[in-house]
Every structure is written in structure tokens, then in C-alpha cells.
């Protein structure tokens, strides 16, 4: 996992004021799902598309992501989850195609800079807890996001209990994938449980129950990416993943 720039909100301000472009960034949340709940473990994946809704941007742009745990007010860097930072990455050296792939409509993800891992076990975070994901953008020449509000910069999630079912996660089946009119999801032990489908941006497509073997009709989706969604009787996530869509 390559190493997120982690430096302090002091030096985010140099540079003399010019021209004002116009900065806007988005961020949908995949992995977790928006608003979805997730067990509380030691290894959560964290994935989110950011677009470029505004102006391109340019070399000494930086890119500000914040792990923000709402239910304590506390903040945490992504990467080390160090508490009352935040990640910074500058659009200089090896991070600089990233500044080419978010020209304006473009997008990038955590997998551009080697993926992103949380601790939700890790001191400061409980079950119950609200997290938000957030991005910023902060201008080489002083430029600000005139959308301060985060109002499409944001995504969140809620840390469950640890399933209390004994389901290994590695028997969880869920073939073809990818998938053309049928998806076959396979979990031994799993009663009266649910799955469900969402597309990237968060709309759910599929909801359906399962108790160990279901098959779920997928004929009705188009090309693409979706997430999938396997949760217990008591709606604790038990697996959740990516599902291509491909005709």
C-alpha cells in the first residue's frame, strides 16, 4: 500500500491569490456502501469514486480527505487512522496523474494510490458509530471549493456488532461475476437473511431474501458495476462486494 501524504493544515495555505477557477469536487462511497452498516473489524476496505465536477485542476492542487467519526466529533487520517489529522495529497511527483485524471468529468479512486484499510477495532471508533468520508479540494493559486457544505462531498457509514453468526466469509459463494441474468449466492449457515444490490451511486436495484442458496435475477440490470450486499437475520453485513454486470 503506497503511502498518502499526511501533513499538517498549516501548510495548505501558501501561494499568492490569482484568477479563481472554478473547484468542485464529488464523492460517491461504494465500499462500504452509502448508508449501509458494516461489522466492526480489523480490516474494512474503504473505496469511493471522486469526479471533477469543476475546472481542471493543476499541478500543486491538493486533494483533502477526511475520516470524520460524527458520533464522537473526532477526525482521523485514512491512512494510519492518526487522530485530528487529515490525508493530504499534493499534485506534485507520483501523484501528479492524478491531477490529469480528474480534468474536468474525470474521476479517480483509492486504488490510484494503493488502496485504502481501516481499523474500525482501533481505539476511538464503537459500534454505533456514524463515519463520514469526505473530500476537499484546495487550490495551488488559494483557490477554495465554493461548495463548502459538502453537499455531494460526502458519504457515510455505521460500525455494526461483529456478525454473531460463524459464517467464514471465504465459503461465501456468489458466481457468475461477473453476471448476466442470474447471480447465485451460496452461504451455509445464513437463515432468513437478505441481499441486496446498489449501484455505485447508492440506488438499490435488488432486495431479496436468502436462507443458504438463493438465486437472483439480474436481467433487469444494465452493464456495470454494482455493489452487493449479504446481511444476517438481524441485519449485521456479513459480505459485501463488488458484482460486473457484463451482456
Not at 436462507?211 to 435475477?217: A, D, F
Request: net charge negative; aromatic share 6%.
Amino acid at each position: 500500500m503506497k503511502k498518502i501524504y499526511l501533513l499538517t493544515l498549516a501548510t495548505l495555505f501558501a501561494g499568492a491569490v490569482s484568477a479563481q477557477r472554478s473547484l468542485d469536487l464529488s464523492l460517491t462511497l461504494t465500499d462500504p456502501v452509502d448508508a449501509s452498516t458494516v461489522p466492526q473489524t480489523t480490516n474494512q476496505n474503504l473505496d469511493f469514486e471522486v469526479s471533477n465536477l469543476g475546472d481542471d485542476l493543476i499541478e500543486n492542487d491538493t486533494i483533502v480527505l477526511y475520516l470524520y467519526n460524527a458520533t464522537t466529533q473526532m477526525q482521523y487520517s485514512m491512512v494510519g487512522q492518526l487522530q485530528d489529522q487529515v490525508n493530504i495529497i499534493p499534485l506534485t511527483g507520483q501523484t501528479l496523474p492524478v491531477a490529469t485524471s480528474l480534468n474536468s468529468g474525470g474521476t479517480f479512486t483509492p486504488a490510484m494510490l494503493g488502496g485504502i484499510e481501516l481499523d474500525l477495532t482501533a481505539a476511538g471508533f464503537n459500534v454505533g458509530d456514524n463515519i463520514i468520508v469526505a473530500v476537499d479540494i484546495w487550490g495551488a493559486n488559494g483557490e477554495t471549493e465554493e461548495l463548502a457544505t459538502f453537499a455531494d462531498n460526502s458519504g457515510s457509514f455505521t460500525i455494526g456488532a461483529t456478525t454473531s453468526l460463524t459464517i467464514n466469509t471465504k465459503d461465501i459463494k456468489v458466481y457468475p461475476n461477473p453476471a448476466t441474468n442470474f447471480v447465485n449466492f451460496k452461504v451455509d449457515g445464513l437463515e432468513n437473511g437478505t441481499v441486496t444490490i446498489n449501484s455505485v451511486t447508492g440506488q438499490e436495484v435488488v432486495n431479496t431474501s436468502i436462507s443458504g442458496t438463493e438465486k437472483v435475477n439480474v436481467n433487469h440490470l444494465n452493464n456495470g458495476v454494482y455493489i452487493y450486499t449479504v446481511r444476517n437475520a438481524n441485519g449485521e453485513v456479513v459480505k459485501t462486494n463488488k458484482l460486473i454486470i457484463r451482456k
